[in-house]
């Protein structure tokens, strides 16, 4: 077994109003980011977990996901990274 | 008829729960400790505001896993009535015990006020002692309350008869179709953002809330 370092980044489903991330953008617009045009702010969680190989962590982590780490109503996410930390003995 | 309110981590309108059932409707209630297994045989389980398990990840997320929501979901599906109010309402949603979820406000500020809500049906165990249309001040406190389905689900929460309460006049917090209340296809699980249990006394402001506890009372008793 491996231990890896897995990302995950949780953000509200597109189309769905995001009142968060408007007020965001709003305030960098007032701040002179006059480039901005869409914001949107969400979780990024990052685990350690034990796995045979990179697939399989990336396939755990999936079903957490589905499970408690995101609310498929509301909120998409994507596995961002799977890096292998040092073996477990 | 026998209460049961569950108590998670971080519950904080429990106790407003009993008062109600206890003080207001004079039918005993218990506290059920989230990580028991034992409904106790009550009739009906009360799922309180408050922010159970901090709120932490999203608003119910954790505490549907908390030991006892097992034998909620059980008594849910035997038919058994479930009340869930405002934290208690997202936690039925994260459970799938309701359907959709309930989003940050529009506004982004948690409101505390009270506003008016109105008795979309009475054709449920929860408002048979209301008038249909009738208008209730009842409070409301939550910084996630943003009723959302997709369209689909909203259609048919609606052709169903399954939206119980509306928002009426102002929408407070954005919600699809000024929801704020609805019932599972079986009828026997509300969820609700306003707190009836805080409107059962005259003494706090309002007892519009009352007639939901006698509804149920008249209604499950009756069965």
Known sequence: ?89 | MKFGIVVFPGSNCDTDAYHAVVDGLGEPAVYLWHKSHDLEEVDVVVLPGGFAYGDYLRAGAIARFSPIMQEVAEHAQRGGPVLAICNGFQVACEAGLLPGALARNVGLQFISDTVRVRVETTETIFTAAYGRGQVLAIPIAHGEGRYYADAETLDRLDGEGQVVFRYHGDNPNGSARDIAGIVNAGGNVLGLMPHPERACDARVGSVDGLALFSSLLSRVAAT
């Open chain 1, 1 to 89: 077994m491996t231990r890896f370092r897995v990302s995950v980044e949780i953000r509200p489903r597109d189309g769905i109003l995001d009142p968060q991330g408007r007020a965001v953008a709003d305030a960098l617009r007032t701040l002179g980011f006059a480039a901005v045009h869409d914001v949107h702010v969400g979780r990024f969680v990052v685990l350690e977990a034990d796995a045979a190989s990179p697939d399989a962590a990336s396939a755990d982590v999936e079903r957490m996901c589905q499970r408690l780490l995101a609310n498929p109503v509301v909120e998409d996410y994507r596995i961002t990274a799977v890096v292998p930390q040092v073996a477990s003995a």
